[in-house]
Structures are given as C-alpha cells and as structure tokens.
C-alpha cells in the first residue's frame, strides 16, 4: 500500500463527498416514512427497525457486534446494541435472547428471565434459552421451574448431542443429587 499524501486538492475532495453523503443521510433515513408505512407501523404490521428501514442483515450485524463487545467485557456496550435491536426488532427471539445472556453476565437475573420468557414465547424450541432460564430459576432457589426448563430442554434434545440439552441433563442430575441430600440429613435429623 502506498500513501497518499493529503493535498488542498485531497482534503476538498474528500469534504465535498462527506457533505453530499450528510446531505442524503437524513433523506434516505426517512425515505421509509411513507403514508403507507407509517400506517403499516400504526397497525403493527411493521416494527420499528422496518419503519427506519433497517435490514435483517444489519439487524444481525449488530448483534453480532452485542456479541462480540460481550466476549471482551464490554457489557454496557453489547447491552445498549441488544436493547436496542429487541426495541427495534421486538419479535425476534434471538435479540431478546441476546440481551438476557448478556443481562446474566451483568447479574441482572430479573432482566434476563423477561428476555427469555419473551424469546420463549417466540420460538419455544430453543433450547439455550430454557437452560439459561432453568440456571437461573436454580439460582433464585425455584427447583420445580428450573426442572420445568431442564425438563423442556431435554425433550428437545432426545439424542442428547446439543451441548445445553447436555448441561440441561447434567444439571437435573446435580440437582437430583443435592436433592437426595437434603432428604437424607432431614430422615437422619429426624431419626
């Protein structure tokens, strides 16, 4: 790669491009508000990233962004991209699945089990999104939801070769485990 040096020339040029993009920047964000959007919008027959024209690959772009700023700790930044996208993308499961695994990640268990329950009511086949429910419901101490979840993993995953149905079997048999325990110190308390 050779340099280039900035000349008058170069610098006016490159002025010039940035300010006819500027200039057709807010005419194309709103090209998609037409009176039949708008109205398409009103009616719940497009969300709010349709309205604004967002494409599915942008959407998905961004999420990858979420994902990737979460890999390097940058938890505040992935969840504004990943509130974000659930706000412009309300009905797509994996935003909100998104959020709440990056929401666990923060220790924001509440947020989180709101994101599953909604990726869940979209796509009840998810089986990452049950065991990541199920942990939590462990976690605040609520076995049977936490077997519901567990249970509902499994059962999408009768071969068990999906790592989650994986954990999900793993930590039924934990959870057996601490149980018997538990029953067993109780009997022999009582003894």
Same mark, same amino acid.
Do not use: C, W
């Given at each position: 790669? +050779?340099?280039?040096?900035?000349?008058?020339?170069?610098?006016?040029? !490159?002025?010039?491009?940035?300010? !006819?993009?500027?200039? /057709?920047?807010?005419?194309?964000? &709103?090209?998609?508000? +037409?009176?039949?959007?708008?109205?398409? &919008?009103?009616?719940?027959?497009?969300?709010? #990233?349709?309205?604004?024209?967002? @494409?599915?690959?942008? !959407?998905?772009?961004?999420?990858?962004?979420?994902? =990737?700023?979460?890999? =390097?700790?940058?938890?505040?930044?992935?969840?504004?991209?990943?509130? #974000?996208?659930? +706000?412009?993308?309300?009905?797509?499961?994996?935003?909100?699945?998104?959020?709440?695994?990056?929401?666990?990640?923060?220790?924001?268990?509440?947020?989180?089990?709101?994101?599953?329950?909604?990726?869940?009511?979209?796509?009840?086949?998810?089986?990452?999104?049950?065991?990541? @429910? #199920?942990?939590?419901?462990?976690? /605040? #101490?609520?076995?049977?939801?936490?077997?519901?979840?567990?249970?509902?993993?499994?059962?999408?995953?009768?071969?068990?070769?999906?790592?989650?149905?994986?954990?999900?079997?793993?930590?039924?048999?934990?959870?057996?485990?601490?149980?018997?325990?538990?029953?067993?110190?109780?009997?022999?308390?009582?003894?």
């Amino acid at each position: 790669m +050779t340099d280039t040096p900035m000349t008058d020339a170069t610098i006016s040029d !490159a002025t010039a491009q940035t300010e !006819a993009a500027d200039a /057709q920047a807010p005419a194309a964000l &709103f090209d998609s508000f +037409t009176p039949e959007n708008v109205g398409a &919008f009103a009616n719940g027959e497009l969300n709010f #990233g349709q309205l604004l024209g967002l @494409r599915a690959e942008e !959407a998905y772009g961004i999420a990858q962004m979420a994902y =990737n700023l979460a890999e =390097n700790g940058k938890l505040e930044d992935a969840a504004a991209l990943a509130e #974000g996208l659930v +706000t412009l993308v309300p009905e797509d499961p994996y935003f909100h699945a998104l959020a709440a695994s990056i929401y666990i990640r923060q220790e924001r268990l509440e947020e989180a089990l709101v994101e599953l329950d909604h990726a869940l009511a979209r796509r009840d086949d998810d089986i990452d999104s049950y065991v990541n @429910r #199920g942990e939590i419901h462990l976690h /605040q #101490g609520d076995l049977e939801a936490a077997l519901s979840d567990f249970r509902a993993a499994i059962d999408l995953d009768p071969g068990g070769e999906h790592p989650m149905g994986q954990r999900a079997r793993m930590l039924v048999a934990v959870a057996k485990v601490v149980f018997d325990g538990v029953v067993e110190h109780r009997r022999q308390a009582g003894a």
